[in-house]
Nanobody, 125 residues
C-alpha cells in the first residue's frame, strides 16, 4: 500500500522558515518523481516544487523560486521542502505527491498518482 505522509507544517511569522518532510512507503523514490503541491483558501491547487526520479533535477514555481529548496533521500525514502523567507501568501495546505513521470516540470503541472493528506502552513504575525 502506497502512503505519503507529510509533516512539519505549523504557524510561522513572515520571514521565517519551515521544513516540510514527506515519508514515502510502498514505492521507490527512484521510480517516482515526487513533488509538493499547495492549495490556499479559495484558490486552485498548484504544484510548487518537484524533483525528478531520473536525475534529481528540480522544478520550482516562480512564486517560490529562490526561497524554497526541495531535496530527496532515496535511502530513507523521504522528500523534504525547505521553505525560507515565508510570506503570508504562502499560507496553504501543502501536499506531497508522487507521479510516474521522470520529469519534474511535468509532475508539477500534472495531477499526480498518489497524494498525501496534507499539512497546514500558516504564515502570519
Amino acid at each position: 500500500q502506497v502512503q505519503l505522509v507529510e509533516s512539519g507544517g505549523g504557524l510561522v511569522q513572515p520571514g521565517g522558515s519551515l521544513r516540510l518532510s514527506c515519508a514515502v512507503s510502498g514505492l521507490a523514490l527512484d521510480s517516482y518523481t515526487i513533488g509538493w503541491f499547495r492549495q490556499a483558501p479559495g484558490k486552485e491547487r498548484e504544484g510548487i516544487s518537484c524533483i525528478s526520479s531520473m536525475d534529481g533535477s528540480t522544478y520550482y514555481r516562480d512564486s517560490v523560486k529562490g526561497r524554497f529548496t526541495i531535496s530527496r533521500d532515496n535511502a530513507k525514502n523521504t522528500v523534504s521542502l525547505q521553505m525560507n523567507s515565508l510570506k503570508p501568501e504562502d499560507t496553504a495546505v501543502y501536499y506531497c505527491v508522487a507521479d510516474r513521470t521522470n520529469y519534474a516540470d511535468y509532475a508539477c503541472w500534472g495531477s499526480g498518482e498518489y497524494w498525501g493528506k496534507g499539512t497546514l502552513v500558516t504564515v502570519s504575525s
